[in-house]
Every structure is written in C-alpha cells, then in structure tokens.
C-alpha cells in the first residue's frame, strides 16, 4: 500500500522462480496488472510534478504580458499561461488520483486472494524447494567425490615428482638423515583449506529436508 510519503510497498509473489506460473494463472495475472497500474501511477504522478514545477514560469510569462498591455495603454490580457497550465493540471491530477485508487484496490485484491490460499501456495513453494535442494545435493555429492579425486591426485603426482640433484659435495663424507611423513590433506596449490572445501560440500550435500516458507499464496487456478 502507500506510506506516508507516497511510495507504493509492493511484492509479488515470484511465481516464476519456482515454476508455478503456469498453475496460478489468476494470481500472475493479478500481480502483473497491479505493478501495471503502478507503473501508470508513478508516471501519472512524475507528470503531476512537472507541472506543479511549471507554475512559477507560467506566472511569469503572464505577468510580462501585463506588464506590457499596461506600459502600452492595451487591453490587459488574460492570465493565458497560467490558466491553461491549471486545466492541464487539474487533469493530470485526476488521473493520478484515479489511478492510486485503482492500485489500492489491486493490490487489496491479491492481498486477499493470497491470504485465502497462503497454505496451498506455500506447500507448492516448500515442494519447490525441495525438488532443488534434492538437485543441489545431488551435484555437491560429484562435486565432493572429483574433488577429492582431483586433490589426491595431486598428491600422488608430487610425491612421484624426482627430487632435485643435491649440489655436489667435494668435502669429507656426512651422515644423511632422509624424514618420511604422512601424507597430507592439505590443498596443494593453495586457496582455500581442503577440509573447508570439503565441510561447504558435505553441507550442500545434506540440503534435502524441506524449507519452511512463510507467505501469501492461493491453490492452483
């Protein structure tokens, strides 16, 4: 509805984000002729201000026209500019009144309709929801999987990698300490930490209970 300054509060269901255009067709229909008529009033009342800004320059022209049948001895003219910008206000002002009136009654239309079918729309959203989360999950879980494949190999291919010569060594012989380690699970190359990658992607993977949604909503028209 409108505030106190006029501006329009307006959110329309976004049908199309979760592929139910097609079965609510009242409540589209509905939603798309009140952001039509929104967009008429916003310009109906842009046209308003305009004119309303106009005033002073009409004034103006109308009083040098005085001034000048005064200063010549001329029949003073009409107030010509002044009173065709009235006319042409008073009209425009009409019209953005009629039109605000028809986006309140609009938006109270679907206001009602969605409340009167909140709990059907809202189990069609959740349903929604959760075909892609299922889908969602679905991708994380190959995503884990060849990602760990990826990161394992890397690991593989560097401890295969030959060493480097050592530099040759022209002094008396030394004892040599060589240090095998466990394999690590850290990232080779960087980024993110492997197990961070791989929390976000179990996470994702785990995305299939249903999302509750709190709504407006109608049953299938």
Request: a negative charge.
């Amino acid at each position: 509805m409108f505030n106190r300054f006029g501006l329009i509060s307006f959110e329309a269901v976004p049908l199309e984000r979760f592929g139910l255009e097609k079965k609510y067709k009242k409540l589209a229909a509905m939603q798309a002729e009140t952001q039509d008529l929104i967009r008429q009033y916003e310009e109906a009342a842009g046209r308003v201000a305009v004119l309303e800004q106009a005033r002073p320059d009409a004034l103006d022209r109308d009083l040098n026209a005085h001034a000048r049948a005064l200063r010549k001895g001329d029949e003073v003219p009409e107030a010509e500019h002044e009173a065709k910008l009235d006319e042409e206000l008073a009209g425009a002002v009409r019209t953005r009144d009629a039109l605000q009136r028809a986006v309140e009654g609009a938006m109270a239309d679907v206001a009602s309709y969605r409340l009167e079918h909140v709990f059907t729309l809202q189990q069609d959203i959740t349903a929604a929801l959760d075909a892609r989360a299922q889908d969602l999950a679905e991708h994380a879980r190959a995503a884990a999987a060849l990602y760990a494949e990826v990161e394992d190999g890397r690991l593989v291919a560097k401890r295969l990698a030959p060493a480097q010569a050592a530099p040759e060594n022209t002094g008396a012989p030394q004892d040599t300490t060589v240090l095998i380690g466990p394999m690590t699970t850290g990232t080779i190359a960087g980024g993110p930490n492997r197990g961070d990658i791989e929390a976000v992607l179990n996470y994702l993977s785990s995305l299939t209970q249903s999302v509750t949604v709190v709504g407006d909503g109608e049953s299938a028209a």
